[in-house]
């Protein structure tokens, strides 16, 4: 069965750490993978995806994240955290298909400390 | 960056009452738009799928005749909560793609839907 997996429920970090929030997927196959983040009562904001080519994808507000085809992850990355980082951040794998239904994981709270 | 807008933000109503939940794409033609409901401190549950024209394809142990999804076109779907109780009390947020998997979707803000 299709699932994403991101094992941490919540992460503190202080402002200026580095950050890595680990996303693990479950598919038949190459997904097309995504990494969105939603502060408190709003929508997703698309921060980065992988559909091919290059492992190592950048994304918007100094964000990466790889793609480890061995590893069946997708973690995010970001050198240094700022306090407006604050927010909840999905992981989500795409059929390469035509429905473009999106399968996202549990979600990862990240909290920031001054 | 594409955008989508959906209102209302929030809305409060009382027990019986129906509700219409709007989401346009702005600058991009939405082939398909997807609806999703989202409970406190949880991931996002896709509810359906709409394609422009076509009916909605819902998930397994979604009411069809509970949440009316109409997307009669390529900026616009709706969501309707009929005689909402209660229980349908939640967040809705609904995405939009350009319809082809590669595409990613565009959300946006939610409604938060409260029945009392």
């Known amino acids: 069965a299709q699932s994403v997996t991101q094992p941490d429920i919540h992460i503190t970090v202080s402002e200026g750490a580095s950050l890595e929030l680990r996303c693990n997927y479950s598919y038949g196959a190459t997904p097309y993978l995504f990494w969105y983040v939603q502060s408190p009562g709003q929508g997703l904001q698309l921060l980065l995806k992988?559909?091919?080519?290059?492992?190592l994808v950048q994304g918007i507000k100094g964000f990466e994240a790889e793609f480890k085809r061995s590893q069946s992850s997708f973690n995010l990355r970001k050198p240094s955290v700022h306090w407006s980082d604050a927010a909840e951040y999905f992981c989500a794998v795409g059929a390469r298909s035509n429905t473009g239904k999106l399968i996202f994981g549990q979600g990862t709270t990240l909290q920031v400390k001054p | 960056g594409a955008v989508v807008s959906q209102h209302p933000s929030r809305v409060i109503c009382k027990s019986g009452t129906s509700v219409k939940i709007e989401c346009r794409s702005l600058d991009f033609q939405a082939t398909t738009m997807f609806w999703y409901r989202q409970f406190p401190k949880q991931s996002l549950m896709l509810m359906a799928t709409s394609n422009e024209g076509s009916k909605a394809t819902y998930e397994q142990g979604v009411e069809k005749d509970k949440f009316l999804i109409n997307h009669a076109s390529l900026t616009l779907s709706t969501l309707t909560v009929t005689s909402a109780h209660p229980e349908d009390s939640s967040f809705y947020i609904c995405?939009?793609?350009?319809?082809?998997?590669?595409?990613?979707?565009?959300f946006g803000d939610g409604t938060r839907l409260s029945i009392l």
């Open positions: 992988y559909f091919s080519g290059d492992t």
């Open positions: 995405s939009a793609s350009a319809g082809i998997s590669n595409q990613p979707q565009h």
